[in-house]
């Protein structure tokens, strides 16, 4: 489960001046090391080279180098930041981690192995605002902003490794950053990637007209009883029909489709979202 | 091997990411940016994941996309601008280089990263 506290500290692996250098090869697999077990780390030189320091907003320092008298004490002059430094003369890659996480000590943090973070990415360039995922999304994932565009709003519901948003985007407009193939990871969109797309599944006429079309006619439908056709209910149950053949076609996991929300949650989250649009077009 | 650029031009900042959380990128691909990066003797920002950032909104990505010129190894740039973006923290247009370790090589990534202007 992922945590959002604040990053717990900032590594500094530092080889300025009054501290002895790592030799490229154990910088690199020290630097390896703290970053495949979620650390941030900043690598300072001498200040030669091309790169410049980004500025920082970490409240704490962790501060490490090859000290020939030992750890300096540091302090921040304004007095935000606590800095911490160690010693790492002599230490392999796993004994400096050792120190790292022992000053860490509780301060949680996110680690790799436990989470993915799984969550669509909107390619503003190319979306067209046509609401197809958020109609499409079983758990609230997108949302609608006060100007009234589409936005990617509670990306900790994204179920993992479900990319079925971005498979019904018309426009290819979804990415998955962490997913496999092109064009869902965020590669180049071509022509066959966008016919392809376009021949997959249209949620329109899945829904026999727009979503919010099918709302209107639930009206329709209580003063004609011969109204099937448009009927919302059974458009939602084509719906399900889609998602449960896209689960056999391998693109959907079964354990999404096992904790579908009820059609009524559907339809009072599309009216929502409507009524969201709508109040922000009259603000307008 | 690159030499110190002049006084008078912005350095640009460096950010290596290491997809810590999915193996989505080439290990041998990253490994060999990293370890170029760190033959070069260049400072350098290095973040586990980029992603994991992005899902809870992390406020450096701020200071990130600030920060240019910058120059970022990390995967597709559609993605990355598009996680910026999402994030409220847009990368520029100018001064801002996305290179593709998902799709490039490790050479090609780092003389990227390191080039002089």
Redesign the interface.
């Known amino acids: 489960m ?3 506290t604040h ?1 717990p500290m900032r590594v500094v692996l530092y080889e300025g001046a009054g501290a002895i250098a790592l030799s ?2 154990a ?2 697999q020290l ?2 090391t703290l ?24 409240r704490s320092l962790l501060v490490l180098g090859s000290f020939a008298g030992g750890p300096p004490m540091l302090e921040d002059a304004t007095g935000k930041t606590h800095i911490e430094a160690r010693d790492i003369t002599g230490l392999g890659a796993e004994a400096v981690l050792a120190l790292v996480e022992k000053t860490r000590g509780e301060r949680p943090m ?1 680690q ?1 192995g436990t ?3 799984w ?1 669509p ?4 360039a190319r979306c067209t605002n046509c609401m197809q995922c958020l109609s499409f999304c079983l758990f609230d994932v997108y949302g609608v902003s006060q100007e009234g565009k589409i936005q ?1 709003q509670n ?2 519901n994204c179920k993992t490794n479900c990319p079925a948003c971005s498979r019904v985007c018309p426009e290819v407009a979804i ?1 998955f ?4 193939s092109a064009p869902i ?4 969109v071509n022509t066959d990637d966008l016919r392809r797309e376009k021949m997959k599944v249209d949620i329109t006429s899945l829904l026999g007209g727009d979503i919010y079309a099918s709302l209107k006619d639930r009206s329709a439908q209580a003063k004609s009883r011969f109204s099937k056709e448009r009927s919302p209910d059974k458009a939602l149950e084509e719906r399900k029909k889609c998602l449960t053949k896209m689960a056999a076609d391998g693109f959907i996991p079964a354990e999404v489709l096992a904790s579908l929300p009820s059609p009524d949650e559907i339809l009072r989250k599309a009216e929502e979202a409507k009524a969201r649009a709508l109040a922000a077009g009259m603000a307008e | 091997m690159f030499s110190a650029v002049p006084d008078s031009e912005p350095k640009p900042k460096l950010l290596y990411c290491r997809c810590a959380y999915a193996q989505v990128v080439p290990q041998a691909v990253k490994d060999g940016v990293l370890a170029k990066l760190c033959e070069s003797g260049a400072s350098f920002e290095s973040v586990a994941d980029l992603c994991e950032m992005a899902a809870h909104r992390d406020e450096r990505l701020k200071a990130f996309a600030a920060g240019t010129p910058l120059r970022i190894a990390a995967c597709y740039p559609r993605v990355v601008r598009g996680l910026f973006l999402q994030c409220g923290s847009p990368l520029p247009e100018e001064g801002a280089e996305v290179l593709n370790m998902r799709a490039q090589t490790a050479e090609e990534v780092a003389a990227g990263m390191l080039k002089e202007e």
């Not at chain 1, 950053?177 to 496999?180: C, E």
Request: net charge negative; proline share 7%.
């Open positions: 992922i945590t959002h990053r490229a090869e910088r690199a630097m390896a970053l495949d077990k979620g650390y941030a780390v900043t690598r300072a030189g001498n200040g030669n080279g091309v790169s410049g320091a980004f500025p920082h907003d970490d996110n790799p989470w993915k973070p969550f990415v909107i390619d503003y990617v990306n900790d990415m950053p962490k997913y496999s990871n965020g590669d180049v």
